[in-house]
């Protein structure tokens, strides 16, 4: 070793350097292998999904869109396109509105449901939302689908509390049911309604 000389043992330190260089170098090669698996195993359906249930469902959509059905009556169809990857849908019976108890002018249609995460459908396209009726009672036309909002906080019912507001959106009668389309969801309730003819 002392043959070397001063450029020897630089040459040796040099060396060394290059060879923890090389170990660390190989860390994230190493990493890449299971993370494209990662990202494959979270990418959803290609195809479309079809999921139905009692009180509440959920079903992972992916790009092909799909629909979730309650057997009380309301189904929400998600366009193909509305999802990139991955995304879990729930469609469940919500507590029930009183908006609409008190308004002689509309009557509630079926049950108060909600249908989560908040979603925009591309452009082009809709959310389809329906609930089964093969006609329209006599004395009520013209229905319609409320679907709450946030309208911003509550002031003196808690920090988390939020204040929200209904908003209405025509409905057509077809092939049995009530369907409205909707360029996006908001997350919270929905509940479809019936006009009174005989107020109006």
């Known amino acids: 070793m002392k043959s070397l000389g001063v450029n020897g043992k630089c040459l040796f330190l040099s060396l060394a350097v290059l060879g923890c260089g090389g170990s660390q170098a190989a860390a994230p090669a ?4 299971h993370e494209l698996r990662s990202e494959h195993s979270e990418s959803g359906p290609v195809g479309p999904v079809s999921k139905r249930g009692s009180g509440s ?3 992972k959509v992916g790009t092909g869109g799909g629909s979730l059905e309650l057997s ?7 366009p193909p396109g509305a999802v990139h990857g ?8 919500a507590p029930k509105t ?10 509630a249609l079926g049950p108060t449901f909600s249908f989560s995460p908040p979603a925009e459908a591309p452009d082009g396209s809709t959310f389809e ?21 946030e309208e911003g906080t509550a002031i003196g019912y808690g920090e988390d509390s939020t204040r929200t507001k209904w908003q209405h959106e025509r409905a057509t009668l077809s092939g049995g049911r009530v369907v409205a389309k909707l360029p996006h969801m908001t997350g919270l309730r929905l509940q479809f309604v019936l006009t009174n003819l005989e107020v109006q």
């Open 30 to 33: 190493a990493s890449t292998p």
């Open 57 to 59: 469902v959920t079903a």
């Open 72 to 78: 009380e009556g309301p189904r929400v169809t998600i």
């Open 86 to 93: 991955a995304l879990d849908f729930v469609l469940k019976i």
């Open 98 to 107: 009183t908006v609409f108890l008190n308004n002689e002018s509309e009557r």
């Open 129 to 149: 939302v329906s609930f089964p009726l093969a006609s329209l009672p006599s004395g009520w036309g013209d229905p319609s689908i409320a679907f709450e909002y």
